[in-house]
């Protein structure tokens, strides 16, 4: 599917500056902004939002819902599940030791990335390949990320280290006797041992007498 083909007609929308290989698949509602590139084989999911000047592929899986920023390049080996952020200019790695005289083009030379539903990730930071980043983890500018992330986790720094735990809707969270009630959003958490919390959703408030 050329630019040309992805025309008015489509569900989704394509800036002319962009292209788009064949063999993609688009979801509705999605829009892709200026100097993009969809390589061979890549599915993006509906309501996506693809910022200027982001690679994608091939052969890439993104979800639904996804907000992939300015300057992002997405390659082969990397999976984002549903509800992911991008932050600008983020990276992502794919060969652990990469060589320019020694070219690795096997399928099993690219490392696998897992970005699970709902995690964010910020302006600058580096996601080493072979990384899972757990559902909901909240990844800070800048960082380097070089190890698992568990899910709702708060990170940040070179190399990157848990420094606290984030809400679904991405405050930060204080625990009191391993319970945590976000500000915002009144979702409550019960934390278990030193390095899991456990969502319990939104609990009603008792009324006053």
Same mark, same amino acid.
């Given at each position: 599917?050329?630019?040309?083909?992805?025309?008015?007609?489509?569900?989704?929308?394509?800036?002319?500056?962009?292209y788009i290989d064949d063999d993609c698949v688009i979801g509705?509602?999605?829009?892709?902004?200026?100097?993009?590139?969809?390589?061979? !084989?890549?599915?993006? *999911? &509906?309501?996506?939002? #693809? =910022?200027?000047?982001? @690679?994608?592929?091939? %052969? /890439? $899986?993104?979800?639904?819902?996804?907000?992939?920023?300015?300057?992002?390049?997405?390659?082969?080996?990397?999976?984002?599940?549903?509800?992911?952020?991008?932050?600008?200019?983020?990276?992502?790695?794919?060969?652990?030791?990469?060589?320019?005289?020694?070219?690795?083009?096997?399928?099993?030379?690219?490392?696998?990335?897992?970005?699970?539903?709902?995690?964010?990730i910020g302006a600058n930071a580096v996601i080493v390949c !072979?990384?899972?980043? *757990? &559902?909901?983890?909240? #990844? =800070?500018?800048?960082? @380097?990320?070089?190890? %698992? /992330? $568990?899910?709702?986790?708060?990170?940040?720094?070179?190399?990157?280290?848990?420094?606290?735990?984030?809400?679904?809707?991405?405050?930060?969270?204080?625990?009191?006797?391993?319970?945590?009630?976000?500000?915002?959003?009144?979702?409550?958490?019960?934390q278990e041992g030193e390095d899991r919390i456990v969502p319990?959703?939104?609990?009603?408030?008792?009324?006053?007498?």
């Amino acid at each position: 599917m050329s630019r040309q083909d992805a025309g008015a007609q489509a569900p989704f929308f394509v800036h002319e500056s962009s292209y788009i290989d064949d063999d993609c698949v688009i979801g509705d509602g999605t829009m892709i902004w200026h100097f993009c590139h969809v390589i061979r !084989g890549s599915r993006l *999911g &509906e309501k996506c939002r #693809i =910022g200027q000047n982001v @690679v994608i592929g091939p %052969d /890439v $899986a993104i979800g639904r819902n996804c907000k992939i920023q300015n300057n992002v390049s997405i390659y082969n080996g990397v999976t984002l599940e549903d509800d992911v952020f991008c932050g600008p200019s983020m990276v992502f790695t794919n060969i652990n030791t990469p060589r320019s005289a020694f070219p690795r083009n096997r399928p099993e030379d690219n490392l696998p990335t897992l970005v699970k539903r709902g995690a964010s990730i910020g302006a600058n930071a580096v996601i080493v390949c !072979g990384c899972t980043i *757990g &559902e909901h983890a909240l #990844i =800070g500018a800048g960082a @380097v990320v070089t190890r %698992d /992330v $568990a899910p709702y986790a708060l990170v940040y720094g070179n190399p990157a280290r848990r420094r606290g735990w984030a809400c679904e809707c991405g405050l930060a969270l204080k625990f009191v006797d391993e319970a945590a009630c976000c500000d915002g959003c009144s979702r409550q958490y019960r934390q278990e041992g030193e390095d899991r919390i456990v969502p319990l959703g939104i609990v009603p408030q008792r009324q006053a007498a």
